[in-house]
């Protein structure tokens, strides 16, 4: 039987792209008929992620510099910092954060389930944000969409 589904093409200069806080997040396709999304990510340096934890789980390859990760469990938290061509699997509800420690830029390709890409579309940006922190009004925007989107901040009250 044929399927009516053709392939897709998607190239990192081509893909549909927002900016959220200091990453630039690119669409890079979803699995139709799945729950399953790829995106392609840019880590400015000083960027990242606080802890945090959801229900979606997350396969990280990293694709150029470094990633430093956090994963937060029982007991101290487990810092490492993944070279290119590392995977880093986090499994639903387990707290993690990264971010780039590096004077370079660095990138991630990831997977994760499409609710997670709803977030994503809900509050990135199409500009590249100024240098520097969030002001207050961009993290309470981000908060509140991670209250939408089932993503729990840890140590955030």
Do not use: K
Not at 68 to 91: C, K, L, M, N, S
Request: with cysteine; charged share 15%.
């Amino acid at each position: 039987m044929a399927s009516a589904m053709t392939e897709r093409v998607t190239t990192v200069d081509e893909a549909p792209s927002v900016w959220v806080i200091g990453d630039q997040v690119r669409f890079m396709g979803t699995v139709e008929g799945g729950n399953l999304s790829v995106v392609d990510v840019t880590v400015m340096p000083g960027s990242g992620t606080p802890p945090h934890r959801h229900a979606s789980p997350e396969i990280f390859r990293v694709t150029e510099g470094e990633i430093t990760f956090g994963i937060f469990a029982d007991g101290p938290p487990r810092i490492f910092t993944a070279a290119e061509g590392t995977v880093v699997t986090v499994p639903s509800w387990l707290g993690h954060n990264y971010s780039n420690q590096s004077g370079r830029p660095a990138r991630f390709t990831a997977v994760l389930e499409n609710e997670m890409m709803q977030f994503f579309e809900e509050v990135g940006v199409a500009d590249m944000p100024p240098a520097g922190p969030p002001s207050d009004e961009v993290i309470g925007q981000i908060m509140a969409a991670c209250a939408r989107h089932g993503i729990e901040v840890l140590g955030a009250n």
